[in-house]
C-alpha cells in the first residue's frame, strides 16, 4: 500500500500563492504517476494536474494551466503543487493521489485526507 499526507492549504487572497505538499509513504517503488485533484462539496470530484513518477511528465487541466505548477522530488517521495495567481473559484479541498503498476494505471488506488484551500475574493 501507499500512504499519502497532504499539507500547505490554508487562506489566501485572490492573487496569492499557495504550495502544496504531499509526502507519500508505504510501497512508493510501485508508483507510476502522482496527481493532484480537488472537489467541493456537492459537485464532483474534478483533476488537476498529475506527474509522471519515472520522468517527470507533466499534464495540467486547463482551468490551471499557467497558473499551477505540479513537481517531485523522488528522493524524498514528495509532490508538489505551487499554485499562483489564485482565484475564487479555486476554493476546494485538495487531494493527491498515487496511481500504481499493482493496483492498474489510470485507478488512482490510493488517496491522502484533502488539505483545504479557501481563496477570498
Known amino acids: 500500500q501507499v500512504q499519502l499526507v497532504e499539507s500547505g492549504g490554508g487562506l489566501v487572497q485572490a492573487g496569492g500563492s499557495l504550495r502544496l505538499s504531499c509526502a507519500a509513504s508505504?510501497?512508493?517503488?510501485?508508483?507510476?504517476?502522482m496527481g493532484w485533484f480537488r472537489q467541493v462539496p456537492g459537485k464532483e470530484r474534478q483533476f488537476v494536474a498529475r506527474?509522471?513518477?519515472?520522468?517527470?511528465?507533466?499534464y495540467d487541466a486547463d482551468s490551471v494551466k499557467g497558473r499551477f505548477t505540479i513537481s517531485r522530488d523522488n528522493a524524498k517521495n514528495m509532490v508538489y503543487l505551487q499554485m499562483n495567481m489564485l482565484k475564487p473559484e479555486d476554493t476546494a479541498v485538495y487531494y493527491c493521489?498515487?496511481?500504481?503498476?499493482?493496483?492498474?494505471?489510470?485507478?488512482?488506488?490510493?488517496w491522502g485526507q484533502g488539505t483545504q484551500v479557501t481563496v477570498s475574493s
Open positions: 508505504g510501497r512508493t517503488f510501485s508508483i507510476y504517476r
Open positions: 493521489a498515487a496511481d500504481t503498476v499493482v493496483t492498474g494505471i489510470g485507478t488512482y488506488a490510493y
Open positions: 506527474i509522471s513518477w519515472s520522468d517527470g511528465s507533466t
